[in-house]
């Protein structure tokens, strides 16, 4: 498998398993068949209320030798409710003791956007607190300072635009190693990506396959379904591969990380299996040349009436 290599030489596995949307109960067998067939990478988050499971399983596959803690790479994400100075380590300690390990290889900041504390999904505006309150600022020097006790082996951000990964990086003379945004076919954001790469930062693209099972709190009826394309569809039977397979490969072959999310072994293996395949220069232009700029998590969720948060000031 493919690797991005850290400053500090660790090796980062280009694809990974997403397991937002896995339900307890189907998520423990799929990332034990995950790893089982090969995949070395699991990005997981507090919020998606399964980091329990996903430790169950990976604890199975190192007590029977399937794989060994370092050869693993485990992402987690520091929630929303989390980001004030004091709670940030909580924070990172309810991940390490759900997942069962000493040490995570990458915690993300998951949101430019705080909440109260204890609150996990908001259900009011009243439940947001400002970035004027909690600054970005410091939430990310705690996570400076966790990475110094090593239980955190590479920090970063996740959602966070251009100007407020210079913000941070300004204040605190530290650059995120990572950012992990929404990026497939139809919202390339080119500019933020020539950004992360001139500057160092890795890139994880979420949502690779447009991500079909949101819930509804977070989609639309009228959003443009990825997996339909045409284009996307004729280029997969050209290859003899699938839409997904032909999506992937198109995201490895720009060199960034892509974490597609299944809980059904056949498309556990098929997602794994892009990463041999090559795509041809023109069919990379093709699916170059479908971008909408459309995104498929907009972010209106933070934006809800009352809320100090608006769709414009989370992506600016
Ligand atoms: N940082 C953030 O804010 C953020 C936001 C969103 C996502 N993420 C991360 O990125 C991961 C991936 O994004 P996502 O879960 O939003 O969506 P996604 O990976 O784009 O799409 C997942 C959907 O595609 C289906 N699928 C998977 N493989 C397929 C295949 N080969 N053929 C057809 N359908 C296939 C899955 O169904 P089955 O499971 O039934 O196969 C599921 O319905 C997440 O799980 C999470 O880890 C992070």
Redesign the pocket.
Known sequence: MRTLTFDNGDQMPILGL????SAPGEVYEAVLEAIKIGYRHI?CAYIYGNENEVGDAIQEAIKTGLVAREDLWITS?LWNSFHKKEDVEEGMNRSLKALKLDYLDLYLI??PVAMKSRIDLPSSGADFISLEEIPLIETWNELIELKKTGKIKHIGV??FSKSKIEEITKLSGIKPEMN?F?RHAYNQQPELVDYCLSEGIKVTC?????????PARVKRDDEPAL?QNEKVKAIAETNGI?V?QALIAWTIAKGLVV??????PE?LK??LDSKDITLSTEDIATIDSLDLGHRY?DGQFWAQEGSPYTVESIWS
């Not at 979420?206 to 949101?214: E, F, I, K, V």
């Open positions: 997403g397991t937002w949307k990005d994400k998951h949101w996740s959602n992990q929404e979420y949502s690779p396959l447009g991500s079909a099972d949101r997996l699938s997904a974490i597609p999310k299944s809980t059904n498309r098929q997602n998590i």
